[in-house]
């Protein structure tokens, strides 16, 4: 299937556009209210990171509204519909800006789940210092924007005057079509693979392994009497340990939300030259969906800030009282 076609099941296509743009819009505003919270003075290592997060969060949503405005309320998700080529482009540009700023995510959420493994299981703080969280957010930026560079030839627009149709829509482009094993599929395998599949099974492990070190830390002091503990050492370890399964909730969002996509990708890549995910992923109803499970993702994480970490809701009331 060269084209993209209109798809044959419509129901959900018809409310996603007005969903995506309501979630879209709601979650903007909550990454605003996250930047703005963890870039405060008294910043430490995590908070820089949280506060790129809330940025490239923020940027995907935008991307996403604007290519879900113009695609599903404007127009029409359909060759039928006419479509400028102005509009095409709209679509490409903010599609793809989409899938870059999202990959950038998941590689800051990742690095968060390697710092914070380090430091709660291995004990090594030197990752959690300031000047690293910068490099990181730096060296992330860099290696996403030369990775994403290769989607934006995926596709090209097409002038539908050749088929004695009026508008433009978007095709395969030649070099994509003519390069099918050296351009295509390593295309999937990248996006699906090294930054979906294995960062979600790298978090699962991290995770897993974070949440054991907790539980061994807490058996470790209910042995100890209370006497000797003392109450502000209390507090603070449990801050810690909240902190730490803030987190790790952060984690479990983002696998839920994303092993879908990495699977859809690894199979189109197994399907080689009849791969088509960028196909469901731009114009098909279980590509709507998908996309919705990516933007709930960028959108929830104000929800976790806000009921698991003390310190997040502390800077919110200063913020919000002036």
């Not at 790790?248 to 009849?274: C, D, H, K, N």
């Amino acid at each position: 299937m060269e084209n993209a076609t209109e798809s044959e099941d419509p129901i959900y296509r018809n409310i996603h556009g007005y969903l995506s743009v309501i979630i879209c819009s709601i979650g903007i505003m909550l990454n605003i209210v996250n930047i703005l919270a963890w870039s405060r003075k008294d910043t430490v290592a995590s908070d820089v990171l949280l506060s790129a997060l809330g940025v490239t969060d923020g940027f995907s949503l935008l991307s996403y509204l604007i290519y879900s405005a113009y695609f599903f309320l404007i127009t029409g998700p359909g060759q039928n519909m006419y479509h400028s080529e102005r509009g095409m482009y709209v679509v490409v540009v903010g599609f793809h800006s989409f899938l870059t700023f999202h990959m950038f995510s998941n590689f800051l959420t990742l690095s968060l789940a390697i710092i914070r493994y380090f430091h709660v299981c291995r004990g090594y703080s030197k990752f959690c210092e300031t000047r690293f969280s910068y490099f990181i957010i730096m060296f992330g930026l860099i290696v996403t924007v030369l990775v994403a560079l290769p989607f934006y030839f995926y596709y090209e627009i097409y002038d539908l005057a050749e088929e004695s149709e009026s508008g433009y829509w978007i095709m395969k482009s030649d070099f994509a079509r003519e390069h099918v094993y050296g351009f295509q599929v390593p295309l999937l395998w990248i996006y699906g693979v090294i930054f979906k599949l294995i960062p979600c099974v790298l978090m699962i492990i991290l995770s897993g392994s974070m949440v054991n070190s907790i539980r061994r830390a807490k058996k470790r002091k209910d042995q100890l009497t209370n006497r000797s503990i003392h109450r502000k050492s209390r507090r603070n370890c449990m801050e810690y340990n909240r902190t730490t399964l803030m987190l790790v909730m952060i984690v479990v969002i983002y696998v839920l939300t994303e092993t879908p996509i990495a699977i859809s990708a690894f199979l189109s890549g197994l399907q080689r030259a009849e791969s088509h995910f960028f196909y469901f992923l731009l114009y098909s109803t279980v590509g709507d969906i998908l996309d919705l499970l990516t933007v709930l993702n960028a959108s929830a994480n104000f929800f976790v800030y806000i009921t698991m970490c003390t310190r997040f809701r502390r800077r919110i009331r200063v913020i919000f009282s002036g």
